[in-house]
C-alpha cells in the first residue's frame, strides 16, 4: 500500500482539507493505494501554478520547442523502461488485464510522448499569399493553461493523448485522473519531475467529479480537454459556457462492426472479439453492435459463440485473464440492466448474462461475456453505450441496410468494415457517420493517426497532427511591403 501525493507547482502536496480517498482494486477490493482528495481550492492552486509558469515563457516560448522535445522524448523513454511497474498499477486499479497495459497502454502511451517530442520543433503557421505587396503569415502559438480530465478505461494512455501534444506545443496542464484510477497520472508526474520540467508546467489534481467541475469552470483555464461520458460533457460545456473556454470532447460510442459476406471470416471473428470483449467491454470504441450479412449469419454465431465461452475471466494480474473486473458496482448494476431490458425487450441470450459463479469472483464487478440475438438496432441495447461485455448480432441483407443500421445512432466514434472487395470498403467507410473506421481490421489506433467523434461522440481530435492543431491558436501577421499605401482616412 503506497500512499500518494498530488503533483502541483513542483511539490507533492497533500489537499488543503487533509482528506484522502482509498485505491482499490475492483477485482477483490483490496486497499493499493490513498491519493489525495482535493477541492476547489487545491484546484485554484494548481490553475495558479499553470498560469504563472505559461506567462514565464520559459517552457512556452517558440524558442524552446526543441527543449520540450528533448524532454518529452525522455518522459516516453521513461515510460517505456517502467512498463511493468506502471502496467500493474494500472492493472490493479482498473481491474483491465495485464496482457493488455503490458502489451498496449504504456508502452503507447510512450509513443505518445516521444512522437510529439519529435513534432514539438515543427509546429509552424503558414505563408498566406495575398494580391498585393505585402508579406501575410500565420503563427501556431500556444493556448494557455490546458485542465484534463480522463476516465477510468485507459487512465494512462488517454492522459498521455493529451499531456504529450499539449505540453509539446508549448501549453501548461492541470490533469485530473480518474477518481477509481489515478496512479500513473501521479507517477507520470515524478516521470515530469526527474527529467526536469520545469515547475509548474505539468500538475496533476486527485479527487472526484467535484474537482472535474472547478476545473470546467475555473476563468483561467483557457482549454478544457475531455474525455468521458457524453452525459458529463454536458454539465462540462454548461460549465465552461462563463469563460467561454475551447474544448476538446472524447466521449462515448456504440461502436457498428459490419462483417460482409465476401469478408475473411478467420480474421472478421478475432476482430470481432477484440473489438467487443478488450478491457472487458469498457472501451468507448468497443464494436458492440455486430452486423453480419444474412448468408453467413449462421456461420458466424457458430463459430463465435464457442470462441466467447472460452474467454477466461479473472484476476486483472493474471496473464491468462482476458476479462478482469468492471470497474465499480455502479457499473456492473448498470450492465446487469441493460441485460434485463435486453431480454424484456426479446433479446435471446447466446451466452453470458451473469456474474460468474466462484469465491475468485466474489468479491469483485465481474460479468460473463454476454451475446444477444433476437433484438433490433433500434431497442436499448444497441442504441445507449452500456460500457460492458455485452454485445448484439444483428442480420442484414445488403450494403444499404448495413450502413442504415451502422449510422442509425446517436453516437460516431468508430466502428469496423469487413470485406475483400477494396471498392466496397471504401465506398461504405465514406458513408458511415463515424470519426474513425477500420477495414479489415478493428480496436488499432496510432499516435500518427487523428482520433475523435462524430455527433454525440464529441468533437475536437486526439493523436496525430490534428492533436496539435488543436492545442494551438493561430495569429495573422501582416506586413505592408507598399511605400505609397492609400489610406482610408488620409
Ligand atoms: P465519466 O464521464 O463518469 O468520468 C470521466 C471523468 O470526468 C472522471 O475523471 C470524473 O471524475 C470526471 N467528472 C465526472 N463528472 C464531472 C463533472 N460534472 N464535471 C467535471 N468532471 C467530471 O466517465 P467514466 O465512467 O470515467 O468513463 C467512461 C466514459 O468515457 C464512457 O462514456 C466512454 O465511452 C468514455 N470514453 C471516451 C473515450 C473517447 O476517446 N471518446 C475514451 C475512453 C472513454
Same mark, same amino acid.
Given at each position: 500500500m503506497q500512499s500518494y501525493a498530488a503533483y502541483i507547482d513542483g511539490k507533492w502536496i497533500q489537499s488543503e482539507s487533509g482528506?484522502?480517498?482509498?485505491?482499490?482494486?475492483?477485482?477483490?477490493?483490496?486497499?493499493?493505494?490513498?491519493?489525495?482528495?482535493?477541492?476547489?481550492?487545491?484546484?485554484?492552486?494548481?490553475?495558479?501554478?499553470?498560469?504563472?509558469?505559461?506567462?514565464?515563457?520559459?517552457?512556452?516560448?517558440?524558442?524552446?520547442?526543441?527543449?520540450?522535445?528533448?524532454?518529452?522524448?525522455?518522459?516516453?523513454?521513461?515510460?517505456?523502461?517502467?512498463?511493468?511497474?506502471?502496467?500493474?498499477?494500472?492493472?490493479?486499479?482498473?481491474?483491465?488485464?495485464?496482457?493488455?497495459?503490458?502489451?498496449?497502454?504504456?508502452?503507447?502511451?510512450?509513443?505518445?510522448?516521444?512522437?510529439?517530442?519529435?513534432?514539438?520543433?515543427h509546429i509552424a503557421g503558414r505563408q498566406v499569399p495575398l494580391a498585393q505587396q505585402a508579406l501575410d503569415f500565420t503563427l501556431r502559438e500556444p493556448i494557455g493553461v490546458i485542465g484534463m480530465i480522463v476516465p477510468f478505461n485507459f487512465p494512462l494512455l488517454l492522459a498521455s493523448f493529451k499531456v504529450?501534444?499539449?505540453?509539446?506545443?508549448?501549453?501548461?496542464?492541470?490533469?485530473?485522473?480518474?477518481?477509481?484510477?489515478?496512479?500513473?497520472?501521479?507517477?507520470?508526474?515524478?516521470?515530469?519531475?526527474?527529467?526536469?520540467?520545469?515547475?509548474?508546467?505539468?500538475?496533476?489534481?486527485?479527487?472526484?467529479?467535484?474537482?472535474?467541475?472547478?476545473?470546467?469552470e475555473h476563468a483561467d483555464v483557457d482549454k478544457l480537454s475531455f474525455t468521458g461520458s457524453t452525459n458529463t460533457a454536458r454539465s462540462i460545456v454548461q460549465g465552461s459556457a462563463a469563460s467561454l473556454k475551447r474544448l476538446t470532447l472524447e466521449l462515448g460510442g456504440k461502436g457498428p462492426n459490419l462483417l460482409f459476406a465476401d469478408g475473411d471470416l478467420d480474421q472478421a471473428i478475432n476482430g470481432v472479439m477484440t473489438g467487443a470483449f478488450? %478491457?472487458?467491454? /469498457? $472501451? @468507448?470504441?468497443?464494436?458492440?453492435?455486430?452486423? !453480419?450479412?444474412?448468408? +453467413?449469419?449462421?456461420?458466424?454465431? *457458430?463459430?463465435?459463440?464457442?470462441?466467447?465461452?472460452?474467454?477466461?475471466?479473472?484476476?486483472?494480474?493474471?496473464?491468462?485473464?482476458?476479462?478482469?473486473?468492471?470497474?465499480?458496482?455502479?457499473?456492473?448494476?448498470?450492465?446487469?440492466?441493460?441485460?434485463?431490458i435486453g431480454l424484456e425487450q426479446g433479446g435471446r441470450l447466446l451466452c453470458g448474462g451473469n456474474r460468474p459463479?466462484?469465491?475468485?469472483?466474489?468479491?469483485?464487478?465481474?460479468?460473463?461475456?454476454?451475446?444477444?440475438?433476437?433484438?433490433? %438496432?433500434?431497442? /436499448? $441495447? @444497441?442504441?445507449?453505450?452500456?460500457?460492458?461485455? !455485452?454485445?448484439?448480432? +444483428?442480420?442484414?441483407?445488403?450494403? *444499404?441496410?448495413?450502413?442504415?443500421?451502422?449510422?442509425?445512432?446517436?453516437?460516431?466514434?468508430?466502428?469496423?468494415?469487413?470485406?475483400?472487395?477494396?471498392?466496397?470498403?471504401l465506398r461504405v467507410a465514406r458513408r458511415l457517420k463515424l470519426g474513425t473506421i477500420w477495414i479489415n481490421n478493428y480496436n488499432l489506433l496510432r499516435v500518427e493517426a487523428p482520433f475523435g467523434g462524430y455527433k454525440m461522440s464529441g468533437y475536437g481530435r486526439e493523436l496525430g497532427l490534428e492533436a496539435l492543431a488543436d492545442y494551438t491558436q493561430v495569429k495573422n501577421v501582416y506586413v505592408e511591403l507598399e511605400d505609397e499605401i492609400l489610406y482610408l482616412y488620409d
Amino acid at each position: 500500500m503506497q500512499s500518494y501525493a498530488a503533483y502541483i507547482d513542483g511539490k507533492w502536496i497533500q489537499s488543503e482539507s487533509g482528506n484522502i480517498r482509498e485505491i482499490r482494486c475492483p477485482a477483490d477490493q483490496d486497499l493499493v493505494a490513498t491519493v489525495p482528495e482535493m477541492g476547489r481550492s487545491d484546484v485554484d492552486l494548481a490553475v495558479m501554478a499553470a498560469k504563472t509558469a505559461f506567462l514565464k515563457e520559459e517552457w512556452s516560448s517558440h524558442m524552446n520547442a526543441p527543449t520540450r522535445g528533448k524532454l518529452l522524448r525522455e518522459m516516453g523513454r521513461i515510460l517505456h523502461e517502467q512498463v511493468d511497474e506502471l502496467a500493474a498499477l494500472e492493472s490493479l486499479t482498473s481491474g483491465k488485464p495485464i496482457l493488455e497495459t503490458s502489451l498496449i497502454d504504456i508502452h503507447m502511451a510512450a509513443d505518445c510522448f516521444e512522437y510529439y517530442a519529435d513534432l514539438a520543433a515543427h509546429i509552424a503557421g503558414r505563408q498566406v499569399p495575398l494580391a498585393q505587396q505585402a508579406l501575410d503569415f500565420t503563427l501556431r502559438e500556444p493556448i494557455g493553461v490546458i485542465g484534463m480530465i480522463v476516465p477510468f478505461n485507459f487512465p494512462l494512455l488517454l492522459a498521455s493523448f493529451k499531456v504529450a501534444p499539449a505540453l509539446a506545443a508549448g501549453n501548461t496542464v492541470v490533469l485530473k485522473p480518474s477518481e477509481f484510477t489515478p496512479l500513473t497520472a501521479l507517477e507520470l508526474a515524478k516521470i515530469a519531475e526527474e527529467v526536469d520540467v520545469p515547475e509548474g508546467v505539468f500538475n496533476v489534481v486527485t479527487g472526484s467529479a467535484e474537482v472535474g467541475k472547478a476545473l470546467s469552470e475555473h476563468a483561467d483555464v483557457d482549454k478544457l480537454s475531455f474525455t468521458g461520458s457524453t452525459n458529463t460533457a454536458r454539465s462540462i460545456v454548461q460549465g465552461s459556457a462563463a469563460s467561454l473556454k475551447r474544448l476538446t470532447l472524447e466521449l462515448g460510442g456504440k461502436g457498428p462492426n459490419l462483417l460482409f459476406a465476401d469478408g475473411d471470416l478467420d480474421q472478421a471473428i478475432n476482430g470481432v472479439m477484440t473489438g467487443a470483449f478488450m %478491457n472487458q467491454g /469498457e $472501451v @468507448c470504441i468497443a464494436g458492440t453492435r455486430i452486423f !453480419v450479412q444474412d448468408s +453467413i449469419f449462421d456461420e458466424f454465431i *457458430e463459430r463465435f459463440i464457442p470462441r466467447v465461452k472460452q474467454l477466461q475471466m479473472g484476476h486483472p494480474l493474471d496473464w491468462n485473464t482476458r476479462v478482469g473486473s468492471l470497474i465499480s458496482k455502479t457499473q456492473l448494476d448498470k450492465v446487469e440492466y441493460f441485460v434485463k431490458i435486453g431480454l424484456e425487450q426479446g433479446g435471446r441470450l447466446l451466452c453470458g448474462g451473469n456474474r460468474p459463479q466462484g469465491e475468485e469472483y466474489d468479491k469483485g464487478y465481474f460479468f460473463e461475456p454476454t451475446v444477444f440475438v433476437d433484438l433490433t %438496432n433500434d431497442c /436499448e $441495447v @444497441c442504441q445507449e453505450e452500456i460500457f460492458g461485455p !455485452v454485445v448484439v448480432v +444483428i442480420p442484414f441483407a445488403d450494403e *444499404e441496410e448495413a450502413i442504415r443500421f451502422a449510422n442509425d445512432s446517436k453516437y460516431g466514434l468508430a466502428g469496423g468494415i469487413w470485406t475483400k472487395d477494396i471498392k466496397r470498403g471504401l465506398r461504405v467507410a465514406r458513408r458511415l457517420k463515424l470519426g474513425t473506421i477500420w477495414i479489415n481490421n478493428y480496436n488499432l489506433l496510432r499516435v500518427e493517426a487523428p482520433f475523435g467523434g462524430y455527433k454525440m461522440s464529441g468533437y475536437g481530435r486526439e493523436l496525430g497532427l490534428e492533436a496539435l492543431a488543436d492545442y494551438t491558436q493561430v495569429k495573422n501577421v501582416y506586413v505592408e511591403l507598399e511605400d505609397e499605401i492609400l489610406y482610408l482616412y488620409d
